[in-house]
Every structure is written in C-alpha cells, then in structure tokens.
C-alpha cells in the first residue's frame, strides 16, 4: 500500500499551468456566442458585405489557431 502511494505521488514534473489554454477556450467560447446571437437576430443582414464576412470567418481562425496553440503549449 505504501509503494502504490509512492508511486501515485511521485511525477515526473511539474504540471504546465493550463491557464493560457483556459482563456483562450474562453475567448472562443464568447466569440461563438456572441456571433450567434448577431447572426440569429439579423439573419438577412448579417453579415453586410464581403469585407465583413472575410473579418469575422478571419477572426475565428484566429481564435481558433490561438487556441490550439496554447493546448499544444500548455501540454
């Protein structure tokens, strides 16, 4: 009993803080949210124009590759 607790304790290493994975799953989470709503109450205006569509697709991606950035990061 004792050698399995030894073993449980024991780690290789310090865990990395996952914090910065956190904010940005949070940061992705809101956009989602948010752009669904504007997308939902303004479905025949939303969005107005190219240029507006390009910056909300390009903000996602942006989101999203920060996002699995920082899981790599924080792995």
Do not use: C, N, W
């Amino acid at each position: 009993m004792l050698h399995a607790l030894i073993v449980f304790a024991s780690t290789e290493g310090e865990e990395s803080s996952k914090t910065l994975f956190y904010i940005a799953g949070a940061l992705l989470a809101v956009f989602a949210i948010v752009i669904s709503a504007i997308g939902i109450r303004g479905i025949d205006s939303f969005p107005a124009s190219k240029g507006q569509a390009r910056g909300v697709v390009g903000l996602a991606a942006v989101l999203v590759l920060f996002a699995a950035a920082s899981a790599i990061i924080t792995a």
